[in-house]
């Protein structure tokens, strides 16, 4: 029975794996309110579905951050521990390279504050709404920046892709 099942999932994996519409990236985002504002790179990979001779797709995709520019509010230091992001993009491919998106998005963000030595830490998932723009570089390397919204907490980002 586990050597059919695996024979199986083996088969439904393969057409993923093979039609190379998996990418990966980085990037950088700053994290900002009307009080701080805090840095942070990313990695992320995703997975782009389009319909064949649609100019329109569907991509989920994973960013994995940690913070690298810190803020300082009444006295204390606050820092990124961690930067967790998932978000389906709805993309909008032009002919000419370039590509709009929209996606919602639930993230998570691990901040650690401290206060003459002592120190304290909070993580927060919260659903957000982001919109952007890329341009493929050439058919593996495209560059892309956008913006997302997280209750009130402003996240724009900047970065690369390379598909494979």
Known sequence: ????????????????????????????????????????????????????????????ELRLGTGISDDNISGAKLEVESFTALSVRGQYNYDNGFYAYVMPSYANLDVKASFRGASFSDDEWNFGFGAGVGKKLNDKTSVEASFENYDGTDVITVGFKYAF
């Open 1 to 60: 029975m586990f050597k059919k099942s695996l024979i199986a999932l083996s088969l439904l994996a393969l057409p993923l794996t093979a039609a190379a519409n998996w990418s990966a990236g980085a990037g950088y985002a700053n994290i900002s309110d009307d009080d701080l504002s805090l840095g942070v790179i990313y990695g992320a990979v995703a997975y782009e579905f389009a319909k064949e001779g649609s100019k329109f797709s569907l991509v989920p």
